[in-house]
């Protein structure tokens, strides 16, 4: 019976094969960015639970504000709603993201500032979720353009 590093060592050299085929198929650099992209959702929708959704996209808050243009967002599918979907763009709200990754096929020194400004945009945002009061006094918030 194989050990679980065993099968971490199968799984990690299937996504590396697979990288390495997207690098040599593709020369442009926007298409081998993309295609890393795909080849990492891929894996993570294999191993995540079910219930997280991998998409590329943006995240918004209740504000109005929302991120830069984010690689992959890993989200709630269960508890949040998609304000936008196509393929795998989404528009996600804040409170229903666990997760941000910026995928690069090359890494240098103006890639990495691009990416500290993408997670900055995601740091930026106010999460602020719902959670119904009980008691005497009853509190009300707006957000998404709704009374709560």
């Not at 996504?15 to 992209?37: N, T, V, W, Y």
């Not at 590329?56 to 929302?66: F, K, L, Q």
């Amino acid at each position: 019976m194989a050990s679980v590093v065993d099968i971490f060592d199968q799984v990690a050299e299937k996504m590396r094969s697979d990288l390495a085929q997207s690098r040599s198929a593709l020369q442009h650099p926007s298409l081998k960015g993309s295609s890393f992209e795909e080849v990492f959702r891929a894996f993570l929708r294999e191993y995540l639970p079910k219930t997280l959704d991998v998409s590329s996209g943006v995240a918004v808050d209740s504000e109005g504000r929302s991120t830069r243009q984010l690689d992959m967002i890993v989200s709630d599918t269960a508890k949040t709603p998609i304000f936008y979907r196509s393929a795998d763009t989404r528009v996600v709200p804040i409170e229903g993201v666990y997760s941000v990754i910026e995928v690069k096929a090359n890494l240098n020194r103006q890639e990495l500032e691009r990416t500290f400004e993408n997670m900055k945009s995601v740091r930026a945002l106010r999460n602020t979720a719902y959670v119904p009061q009980t008691g005497a006094v009853i509190y009300t918030r707006t957000m998404y353009g709704q009374e709560w």
